[in-house]
């Protein structure tokens, strides 16, 4: 099954597989490996520096978990054999960081405003040590909402409060970031190939179909649409990183092809 994927590229796909199975196990024994690996905003209480590096070995599905793969064994065992192991892992390990800068990086920001808007230090210091004493559990929920009738907060703030209680339980997981930094390296190497689509079964150029997908990234990355949980901004942080990197690449002349 995996004979024909070279190495990095089979090596990746085979640890993500392995880490989705026993999230999938380990999450029947009460144990919740993604909100331990997910990567939170920068300046929430769930955050930790390890959680940058291990992000993008986790899945939230098995849709979600296919997709990445596929595109990953499509993409990345060309592109591997193309550069190199080094490189190839260069650019798909810069690519996710990208991708986590980019979208905790505006989150941070957002985090100030919505801190602002708070406006009580001790409220926020009282949220953030419930949080790190129950992480994303129920229990943490109805201790914070007890907490918040103790302190008889205003209407402004709990509107505030829950802004500030979704961006902190937030967690992002996927390799996307990293795949989109790949597609887009592709995109810029080989334009004009034609790829396959499935639905409908057409064939369309590289730089059409993936730079369709990163401008419809964009697009939304500035919507705020009730029930999406997809990390926008992660995806073209992703591509964008991947994109300078081979950019540079060529402008030393190193083209690998």
């Given at each position: 099954?995996?004979?024909?994927?070279?190495?990095?590229?089979?090596?990746?796909?085979?640890?993500?597989?392995?880490?989705?199975?026993?999230?999938?196990?380990?999450?029947?024994?009460?144990?919740?490996?993604?909100?331990?690996?997910?990567?939170?905003?920068?300046?929430?209480?769930?955050?930790?520096?390890?959680?940058?590096?291990?992000?993008?070995?986790?899945?939230?599905?098995?849709?979600?978990?296919?997709?990445?793969?596929?595109?990953?064994?499509?993409?990345?065992?060309?592109?591997?054999?193309?550069?190199?192991?080094?490189?190839?892992?260069?650019?798909?390990?810069?690519?996710?960081?990208?991708?986590?800068?980019?979208?905790?990086?505006?989150?941070?920001?957002?985090?100030?405003?919505?801190?602002?808007?708070?406006?009580?230090?001790?409220?926020?210091?009282?949220?953030?040590?419930?949080?790190?004493?129950?992480?994303?559990?129920?229990?943490?929920?109805?201790?914070?909402?007890?907490?918040?009738?103790?302190?008889?907060v205003s209407g402004i703030q709990i509107q505030a409060i829950q802004a500030?209680?979704?961006?902190?339980?937030?967690?992002?997981?996927?390799?996307?970031?990293?795949?989109?930094?790949?597609?887009?390296?592709?995109?810029?190497?080989?334009?004009?190939?034609?790829?396959?689509?499935?639905?409908?079964?057409?064939?369309?150029?590289?730089?059409?179909?993936?730079?369709?997908?990163?401008?419809?990234?964009?697009?939304?990355?500035?919507?705020?649409?009730?029930?999406?949980?997809?990390?926008?901004?992660?995806?073209?942080?992703?591509?964008?990183?991947?994109?300078?990197?081979?950019?540079?690449?060529?402008k030393k002349g190193q083209n690998f092809y």
């Amino acid at each position: 099954m995996f004979g024909n994927i070279a190495p990095v590229t089979k090596n990746l796909v085979l640890l993500n597989i392995v880490l989705f199975i026993l999230t999938f196990f380990l999450q029947q024994k009460g144990i919740m490996l993604d909100n331990l690996l997910a990567a939170h905003y920068i300046g929430t209480p769930l955050f930790q520096p390890y959680q940058i590096a291990t992000y993008f070995f986790m899945h939230g599905g098995f849709f979600h978990i296919f997709m990445n793969m596929f595109i990953l064994i499509t993409f990345g065992s060309f592109l591997e054999r193309l550069w190199g192991a080094k490189r190839y892992f260069m650019l798909y390990v810069a690519s996710a960081l990208g991708a986590y800068l980019l979208y905790s990086g505006v989150g941070f920001f957002q985090l100030i405003e919505i801190k602002k808007a708070i406006g009580d230090q001790h409220i926020i210091a009282g949220i953030n040590g419930l949080l790190k004493e129950y992480g994303r559990t129920d229990e943490a929920l109805a201790q914070i909402n007890h907490f918040m009738y103790n302190k008889q907060v205003s209407g402004i703030q709990i509107q505030a409060i829950q802004a500030y209680l979704d961006k902190s339980l937030s967690g992002m997981v996927g390799a996307s970031g990293a795949i989109f930094g790949i597609m887009a390296a592709f995109a810029i190497l080989f334009p004009n190939t034609e790829l396959m689509l499935l639905f409908p079964p057409i064939p369309i150029k590289a730089k059409y179909l993936i730079g369709g997908y990163f401008a419809f990234e964009v697009y939304n990355s500035f919507q705020n649409t009730v029930g999406d949980n997809i990390a926008h901004l992660a995806h073209v942080g992703g591509a964008i990183v991947g994109a300078v990197i081979v950019l540079i690449w060529r402008k030393k002349g190193q083209n690998f092809y």
